[in-house]
Nanobody
Framework: QVQLVESGGGGVQEGGSLRLSCTAS??????MAWFRQARGKERELVAA????????????SVKGRFTISRDNARDNAKHTVYLQMNSLKPEDTAVYYC?????????????????????WGQGTQVTVSS
């Protein structure tokens, strides 16, 4: 059974930091990502990372402020992806979703479209106040 369990959301003042975590289990996952959806807006990619070799992609608005990273268990039983968010702004307020894919089979590929991710977490709220 596939599970993606997120943690680490909450409220923070502008300029503050938060670290999101997501543990995925039940499959061997390849690309993993964080998306976010603000009220009344489309879900958008924040950052994505490949299975190995540390290949990453970021939305322009978070470059230099957010860092995505991941740990893969040796037996591939669990994959944990992190999103370190620094210098947070009110416009970062959204529900943040972890996503994973198990189809590409690639160690370097970084999927960027939400359609490429069949597995999703439940979402965690991040609220940045000014």
């Amino acid at each position: 059974q596939v599970q993606l369990v997120e943690s680490g959301g909450g409220g923070v003042q502008e300029g503050g930091s938060l670290r999101l975590s997501c543990t995925a289990s039940g499959r061997t996952f390849y690309g993993m990502a964080w998306f976010r959806q603000a009220r009344g807006k489309e879900r958008e990619l924040v950052a994505a990372i490949s299975r190995s070799f540390g290949m990453t992609k970021y939305q322009d608005s978070v470059k230099g402020r957010f860092t995505i990273s991941r740990d893969n268990a040796r037996d591939n039983a669990k994959h944990t992806v992190y999103l370190q968010m620094n210098s947070l702004k009110p416009e970062d307020t959204a529900v943040y979703y972890c996503a994973a894919e198990a189809r590409s089979g690639s160690l370097r590929y970084v999927p960027m479209r939400k359609e490429e991710y069949p597995f999703w977490g439940q979402g965690t709220q991040v609220t940045v106040s000014s």
